[in-house]
């Protein structure tokens, strides 16, 4: 029981090591005075799995394995499935994230904004669900803040380093899952934002 639990605490702790964000370049310090930040999402370098397949890749596999067991129908709808999250679901779930833990409030509507957070998935791992014993999703990401009227003028680069997508139970759909680690680099991000700046 006990060599159980120690080996628990170990997978626990390396797990909490592994998801975190990193400041590449720049600092938090151009946020202080600042009310609203404007997310985009950006999709150009994104690899998958252990094999680092481009996303043409990854979505050909997949529409594959689920063509040979569900059918081909089944298939178009998880592709379908896969361009409204990355469109709508990921960022939501960033936003929604970002929005409960930090003063300065995150939107991709916002007309206009001093500065802009470009959100780039660098790598997804998409698990899988079991009800007892889910592989949770992993997503590590670039997150850019630039000047909105100069987006060469780079203030500050950070790096999101496997972020987890579960809610303690499993998530069933493949993308919700995926969803999760959007929500979870969001909140890591979002919380260090919120400590520097009130400062």
Known sequence: MKKTLF?????????????????????????????FVKVVFKYDHLKFEKKNLTEEEFLAQRMLEIEKSKGKEEAEKWKA???????????????????????IQAS?????????????PTWIHVGLFFPLASDKALVSSKMTFVETDN???VLMVVEGIKATGDNGFGVPNNNDRIAECFAKTSKMLA?????????
């Open 7 to 35: 080996l628990f605490l170990i997978a626990l702790s390396g797990c909490l090591m592994a998801q975190r964000v990193k400041v590449i370049s720049g600092d938090y310090n151009f946020l202080k005075d600042q009310k």
């Open 81 to 103: 499935d896969w361009e409204y999250s990355k469109e709508i679901s990921f960022p939501d779930k960033f936003m929604m994230s970002w929005n409960k833990n930090a003063v």
């Open 108 to 120: 991709n509507k916002f007309a206009q904004t001093k500065y802009t957070l470009i959100v780039e």
């Open 151 to 153: 987006p060469s003028n």
């Open 191 to 199: 919380l260090k934002v919120d400590h520097y700046t009130k400062k």
